[in-house]
């Protein structure tokens, strides 16, 4: 059977309702992740491929210039998760706490890794809003190119 395109949802900070409820069905349904990709000022920079995950990235030797995030929803083998593909070329969890960019003391890093990325598990009463202001900030801390404020979502179910 093949497998039906993810929906996309094109947003701002403050119109992101419609990318909480997503998370919220996700979760209620303990399967698929949402893809979050900023729009940049500069369209010359490398994106990542449609359809892949920060999960997927682990596995691939070139991180994307413009970082990739992806939260994942729980299921009955795993917490939810959050993970940012980027291409700095170091850890990143220092920079995002000397940011301001802190995750609370309930998550747990799993990884964070200069090629591959950064993992985070995040506990299952967690607020959706929560999670994805801190994913929101963390990617514009680590984009290297101003991005514009709207951002595109990604739902695979």
Not at 6 to 32: A, C, H, T
Not at 46 to 60: E, Y
Not at 108 to 124: E, F, H, K, T, W
């Amino acid at each position: 059977m093949p497998r039906t395109p993810p929906e996309q949802i094109e947003f701002r900070y403050d119109e992101w309702e419609p990318v909480l409820e997503r998370m919220k069905e996700l979760s209620r349904n303990g399967s698929g992740w949402i893809n979050l990709f900023p729009e940049t000022v500069d369209d010359e920079i490398d994106r990542p491929p449609s359809g892949s995950s920060v999960f997927g990235a682990l596995f691939r030797n070139q991180a994307p210039e413009v970082p990739l995030g992806t939260w994942t929803a729980r299921t009955d083998k795993a917490p939810a998760s959050v993970g940012i593909s980027h291409a700095t070329r170091e850890k990143v969890a220092p920079r995002l706490v000397q940011a301001g960019i802190v995750a609370p003391p309930t998550w747990r890093l799993v990884q964070d890794n200069a090629r591959r990325g950064i993992v985070v598990r995040v506990p299952d009463d967690e607020q959706p809003d929560e999670v994805l202001a801190w994913l929101m900030a963390a990617i514009d801390e680590l984009c290297p190119v101003q991005i514009t404020g709207q951002w595109l979502a990604e739902i695979h179910r």
